[in-house]
């Protein structure tokens, strides 16, 4: 492990930057393909080591599921394979939370029978509300340590009771997208309940879209989806590239003085909730043109007048926003922040001890949260601690525009989603130097 310090010794950005495919895009993409059992086919597969990971788990579960029909070969005992092929296997998916959460699904429903682990963190991490609706769908599931935390020993033997569920739309959007995903398969379908508002309503928009270029189709009435038992299609699932990369140069652009830079393969019509990035950053003075196969970015001075931001169906920009605003004095209000005390780290704790390293607020009252910078000041050197968390790392990142120096605790943590940000931020100019840790 190592960390990255950072400088840059002007504000004048002009490049192209080529973008990994999204990985939230990627692992429902994955998922579907597994389920439908060769039909469906990943193309433009993400390197992020989250996609990475997952996808190395389902070739592998794949591969042992054919093993496992495969005749005893030689003198092997058949009594003795099955014994061998009937003990729990231990699957780690380290941080990946996404990962988690999906896999509990898919092997809810598999014969396979499968202990899902995580990091220590991930174990801190609740997945209570989504074993509780499989388990009343009909799945055997057991907690290995803490009730309502990882691991979880998932027993097969899947016998569907009811195909009506209710879920909290407050809650992680991942929680419902697990659900979807192996809705089809059900025997006697789904009927998903969503009670009150839901949160990150574009990831699960990008889940059923997903869902029906693979053939499985919808009803999504008032706050009830349908999915009903159906085959998958034979087709092909193009993964784009990453809005949420993508984000962290709309921030550089903000806080540079002059900035022209071009983001390969995006398109205004993405799955993906956070190209509303284009939106919250046009209020920085960020212009897009969608444009020669992707977006053209250019920064434009002008006042800054949005002092409220509704964040709930882009969660994942968050941190993003804020350093922005707290990196330009603008003392903004945000909104729609629920779901990140549960992310990798409690991401507002996080952001609060962060920007108060540079004397900036963040307060909390009654789920709205205020930039206060009347105390802000600019030292000469900053540490940033990334909590075993990429997007504190990659969003904090446009700070070395305004510092004279930046040190990041563990560099490598950014492979979760974007491996190669730290070289990407070295071809567009910034002084990139690793250190022991």
């Not at 997952?54 to 495969?70: F, M, P, V, Y």
């Not at 929680?175 to 949160?199: C, S, V």
């Not at 930046?406 to 560099?411: D, I, L, S, V, W």
Request: proline share 4%; with cysteine; charged share 25%.
């Amino acid at each position: 492990m190592h960390n990255i310090i950072l400088k840059r010794n002007n504000k004048f950005i002009n490049g192209t930057v080529n973008l990994t495919g999204s990985k939230s895009e990627c692992n429902r993409a994955l998922i579907i393909e597994a389920l439908s059992k060769g039909k469906v086919r990943v193309e433009n597969v993400s390197d992020a080591a989250d996609a990475v990971l997952l996808a190395g788990i389902l070739r592998e579960n794949q591969d042992s599921r054919t093993k496992s029909q495969e005749v005893p070969a030689g003198n092997a005992s058949p009594d003795n394979y099955e014994i061998e092929n009937c003990r729990s296997e231990i699957v780690d998916i380290g941080p990946a939370g996404t990962a988690m959460r999906f896999l509990t699904a898919y092997y809810a429903i598999q014969e396979d029978e499968v202990i899902l682990t995580g990091s220590k963190r991930m174990k801190e991490r609740p997945i209570g509300i989504l074993v509780d609706a499989l388990r009343t769908l009909g799945a055997n599931i057991d907690y290995e340590e803490n009730d309502g935390y990882p691991p979880v020993k998932l027993k097969g033997g899947f016998k569907q009771q009811t195909n009506k569920i209710s879920i909290k739309g407050n809650i992680s959007s991942q929680y419902i997208t697990a659900l979807l995903l192996i809705a089809a398969q059900l025997p006697l379908g789904l009927d998903l309940h969503i009670e009150g508002e839901l949160t990150s309503r574009p990831y699960v928009e990008m889940t059923l879209t997903m869902l029906e270029t693979s053939g499985i189709k919808h009803a999504w009435k008032d706050n009830v989806i349908t999915i009903a038992n159906q085959e998958f299609t034979t087709t092909s699932l193009y993964v784009e590239p990453d809005w949420s990369a993508a984000s962290y140069w709309y921030a550089i652009a903000a806080l540079a003085d002059e900035a022209e830079l071009f983001l390969t393969g995006l398109t205004p019509y993405s799955l993906q909730g956070d190209s509303v990035i284009t939106e919250i950053m046009a209020n920085f003075g960020i212009t897009s043109q969608f444009r020669d196969g992707g977006v053209h970015l250019k920064k434009e001075n002008k006042p800054i007048s949005r002092r409220e931001f509704d964040l709930k169906e882009c969660p994942d920009l968050a941190q993003t926003v804020i350093v922005v605003c707290a990196a330009l004095n603008h003392e903004a209000s945000f909104t729609g922040l629920e779901t990140l005390k549960i992310k990798e780290t409690d991401r507002i704790l996080a952001l609060q001890t962060e920007l108060g390293k540079m004397g900036v607020k963040l307060i909390e009252k009654d789920e709205v949260y205020t930039l206060d910078c009347s105390d802000k000041f600019i030292p000469d050197s900053i540490f940033i601690n990334t909590y075993h968390d990429h997007r504190m790392a990659m969003a904090f990142t446009p700070l070395a525009l305004i510092l004279p120096q930046m040190e990041f605790e563990n560099g490598p943590v950014v492979d979760k989603s974007y491996p190669a940000f730290w070289n990407d931020l070295e071809k567009q100019g910034f002084e990139v130097v690793e250190k022991e840790a």
